[in-house]
């Protein structure tokens, strides 16, 4: 298995309060991804990196911003979290962007009252 | 509409049968194409890349119709342990990067 980790797993928060996730990586790869997954939506690309402090943003990046100081690393910070944000939020890394396949963190469960 | 579209199922198979998924998607542009698998509750992992030629692993087989674009799966002598959820992925420039697009997932219950 890749070796990519998320923290928390878990984390129950309320509405407002900033939230920060974090992806880490022992791959080295450059590509990182954050996605969200939703019943009825599927996965669903929040923002994306294709190196150190170059980041993009995806389909759902409203209400989320990103960071990445380092290769290994990739946050991913709610501001103000809303109850639409409960979700969970899977990190990926992949080596290469147009055929290379991506491999999934365990996710985070995130819920927002 | 989404640019990639999958039947959500469930598609409900004995054990031993074939099923098959399709999954259609909308940019012609499209590059590249895989199928993943996610069980319950667990993150999604890759099952097979999708070429033009078509291709297999064991008892699956993937292909790509570009001039319908379509991808299929085709699952034989399914086994229990086949039951979960399985995704298409097709990877499309956009803004210079080629961004993946998963569809929304097709749920396969393998029953005795």
């Known amino acids: 298995d890749a070796g990519i980790t998320q923290s928390p797993r878990h984390k129950v928060t309320e509405t407002g309060t900033p939230v920060t996730l974090r992806c880490h990586q022992t791959e080295n790869h450059r590509y990182m991804y954050w996605y969200r997954q939703d019943p009825g939506h599927g996965l669903r690309l929040i923002h994306y990196s294709y190196g150190v402090k170059d980041t993009d943003k995806g389909e759902v990046s409203d209400g989320y911003s990103v960071s990445r100081s380092k290769t290994e690393d990739f946050l991913l910070t709610l501001e103000s979290a809303t109850s639409s944000q409960t979700s969970v939020y899977f990190c990926?890394?992949?080596?290469?962007?147009?055929?290379?396949?991506?491999?999934f963190g365990p996710g985070t469960r995130l819920t927002v009252l | 509409r989404k640019e990639v579209e999958q039947d959500p199922g469930p598609f409900n198979v004995p054990e031993g049968a074939t099923v098959a998924f399709n999954c259609t998607y909308s940019?012609?542009?499209?590059?590249?194409f895989f199928w993943y698998r996610q069980d319950c509750r667990k993150e999604p992992k890759l099952l097979m890349s999708v070429y033009s030629s078509g291709n297999e692993d064991g008892r699956f087989t993937a292909q790509l119709n570009r001039a319908s674009q379509y991808i299929s799966l085709l699952i034989r002598d399914s086994k229990l342990s086949d039951s979960a959820t399985y995704l298409c992925?097709?990877?499309?420039?956009?803004?210079?990067?080629?961004?993946?697009?998963f569809g929304r997932g097709t749920s396969l219950i393998v029953h005795p």
């Open positions: 990926a890394i992949s080596q290469r962007e147009r055929s290379d396949t991506q491999y």
């Open positions: 992925v097709v990877n499309s420039i956009s803004g210079g990067s080629y961004i993946p697009t």
């Open positions: 940019n012609s542009a499209s590059q590249s």
